[in-house]
């Protein structure tokens, strides 16, 4: 399958971001992919990004716009609009890019126009960049409703888009302050193909600045978002996964009412909510019975 040489238009949205940013940068101007430009989102950083940026004031690839904080959903939107290629990937400031994974991904919209949304797997790093264990996780192409209605697999780091997406479904929801992007590929995966790169080809940064350590708050920001996803999409999902999407949502959240808030008696409720959609969903009962030995969260 050849590689199409259209432009790939890669989005950095950044908020006092400089001690990470040139890394992702760099990382992006790497690439083996050639045809690409970068644009920097400089969303109303207060730290040193408007010094650091100069540094690739003579690459005629990289772009900086500089704006008053809006968040990231309208940051990701300005870049979008400011941008010209009909490929859009994203990449956060503090996560770094494998050299050869915008190839590898523009392989996989070759000859395809079913296919919207190409992205792949990925490794942790600690705020230093040493790696650090990460569980496992079920990657899924094609029609991918249904899965992602049980679990978001698609980090936005690793995510490129035809541009048509954002174009004919909308951008970003800027109401959101969390989960965004999950918002975003539920949206889309009524209308496109989604594939992905088996191999690990971002490195995804966890430290303790990201909004997205916020655990609760994405649960229930991604409970709304299933909610309205399936109120405007009655008939995409088969009855049976929507009940487990739920069960597995409901038991996350239990999950992390107990071992972040130590809340047993929110947890139980959340749990037994879960078992209301799925009786016999054993993930939901190990957690009630482990929730009367143990409030910490299993090594």
């Known amino acids: 399958m ?45 730290d040193d990004t408007p010094k650091v940026v100069r540094q690739w004031e003579s690459d005629s ?3 900086v716009h500089r704006q008053a904080n809006g ?3 309208h940051a990701r939107n300005q870049g979008i609009a ?31 126009p079913e296919v919207g949304v190409v992205y792949s797997n990925f490794v942790l790093m600690d705020r230093e960049g040493n790696p650090l264990p990460r569980g496992p996780i079920h990657m899924q192409r094609g029609w991918v409703s249904g899965a992602l209605l049980i679990e978001n697999f698609v980090p936005a780091s ?4 035809r541009r048509e997406c954002f174009e004919r ?12 992007d999950y918002d975003m590929w539920l949206r ?4 496109y193909q989604f594939d992905f790169v088996a191999e690990p080809a971002i490195s995804y940064r966890i430290w303790g600045g990201q909004m997205s350590k916020d655990y609760r708050a994405r649960y229930e920001t991604g409970i709304c978002t299933m909610e309205r996803f399936l109120n405007n999409n009655p008939d995409v999902v088969d009855r049976g996964v929507v009940r487990r999407a739920w069960a597995h949502t409901y038991t996350g959240r239990g999950n992390v009412t107990l071992w972040r808030g130590r809340d ?36």
Request: charged letters at 20%; zero cysteines; proline letters at 6%.
């Open 2 to 46: 050849n590689t199409p040489n259209e432009l790939v238009s890669v989005i950095i949205p950044s908020y006092n971001m400089a001690h990470f940013l040139p890394q992702a940068v760099q990382s992006a101007l790497n690439q083996s992919y050639a045809n690409l430009e970068v644009l920097i989102v400089d969303d109303g950083s207060t």
């Open 61 to 63: 690839r990289v772009h």
């Open 71 to 73: 968040g990231l959903s």
């Open 82 to 112: 400011l941008t010209r290629g009909p490929f859009i990937a994203l990449l956060d400031a503090d996560d770094i890019w494998a050299t050869d994974k915008l190839a590898e991904q523009m392989r996989l919209f070759a000859g395809r």
């Open 158 to 161: 690793s995510a490129v888009a």
């Open 169 to 180: 479904y909308g951008g970003f929801d800027t109401k959101l302050r969390t989960g965004e």
């Open 188 to 191: 889309l995966s009524p209308h």
């Open 264 to 299: 047993r008696v929110g947890a139980l409720r959340d749990y037994v909510r879960a078992l209301s959609f799925r009786p016999g969903y054993w993930p939901a009962w190990r957690a009630i019975l482990r929730s009367f030995v143990s409030s910490r969260e299993p090594q």
